[in-house]
């Protein structure tokens, strides 16, 4: 292992990796030395994303367990077993509660966390076939705390922090720990959607939805991707291998 390069040789499959924070996660898991996979529904970001990094883009929709496996024998092709395994593919969606309708439900909870429960399963062989592996689920402060007009959302992150523990705990003498990130609002695709949608919903412009949302992190700024990725990295690094069925939030301070 090169100081510079502790991760050289390793294979981090990001989903979601063609925007936001799975594009930030590839670029410093490069920089660290992996090899990276890049999955996603639109190939043309994740191409984008893997010229830079020299990785391999790979159509994929997480709500489709064929589509899963067969974007990660692609992945394998490209790159060999899996090391590192970031489980970051979301979506999100607002509804007042009494007219959430099923198929939103359904929706948000088959990509964010039966897609997870899918991601991990498809990966888990080539884990547990080698050193230091890593699971990395992206939650949310919405793991943590109920979210007015997001009922699906957050019963679909709570979830994953329930997945996250229980494999923490089964695998715990193993050579793969399991952690989750617990982000509050970062600037990425994903926010601009939501400012988009308080604007629709309330009638105001889009700045002040912006900073609307940008108030509910307690800094009053957004976190920038970049930090999300940086703690992705730490947490894939050897020294972190004690590091096992945590729930770390970065979020300004929203949680404290
Ligand atoms: P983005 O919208 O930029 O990223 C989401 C990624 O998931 C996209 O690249 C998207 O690509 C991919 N994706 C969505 N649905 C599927 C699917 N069915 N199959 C495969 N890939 C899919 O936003 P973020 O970077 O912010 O989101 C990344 C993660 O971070 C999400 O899990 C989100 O819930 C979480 N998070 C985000 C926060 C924020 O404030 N932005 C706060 C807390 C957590 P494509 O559409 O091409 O498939």
Not at 109 to 136: K, Y
Not at 173 to 188: E, F, L, Q
Not at 190 to 195: I, L, N, Y
Request: glycine share 10%; with cysteine.
């Amino acid at each position: 292992m090169h100081a510079d390069h502790p991760l050289d040789g390793r294979h981090a499959l990001i989903t979601g990796g063609g925007t936001g924070i799975g594009a930030a996660a590839a670029e410093l898991l490069s920089a660290a030395g992996a090899k990276i996979s890049l999955l996603g529904r639109r190939i043309e970001p994740l191409q984008e994303v893997a010229s830079r990094v020299a990785g391999a883009a790979i159509r994929c929709d997480v709500a489709v367990p064929e589509s899963i496996q067969k974007a990660f024998e692609e992945a394998r092709a490209a790159n060999g077993p899996i090391d590192l395994l970031i489980v970051n593919a979301g979506i999100a969606e607002s509804a007042p509660f009494h007219r959430m309708t099923r198929g939103a439900w359904d929706r948000i909870i088959s990509v964010n966390l039966t897609g997870a429960f899918d991601t991990v399963q498809a990966g888990l062989p080539d884990l547990l076939n080698t050193e230091d592996a890593r699971v990395v689920f992206i939650a949310s402060v919405a793991s943590l705390r109920g979210v007015p007009y997001a009922a699906h959302y957050a019963a679909s992150k709570h979830g994953l922090l329930g997945l996250m523990r229980s494999m923490a705990a089964e695998y715990a003498k193993s050579k793969m720990t399991v952690n989750a990130i617990c982000p509050g609002y970062v600037d990425t695709p994903m926010t601009d959607q939501s400012v988009a949608r308080v604007s629709q919903i309330t009638g105001r412009g889009e700045g002040d939805a912006r900073s609307a949302i940008t108030n509910m992190n307690a800094s009053g700024r957004l976190v920038d991707p970049k930090a999300i990725a940086n703690l992705v990295l730490t947490l894939c690094l050897p020294l972190s291998r004690d590091i096992n069925g945590a729930a770390i939030t970065i979020d300004g301070g929203t949680s404290a």
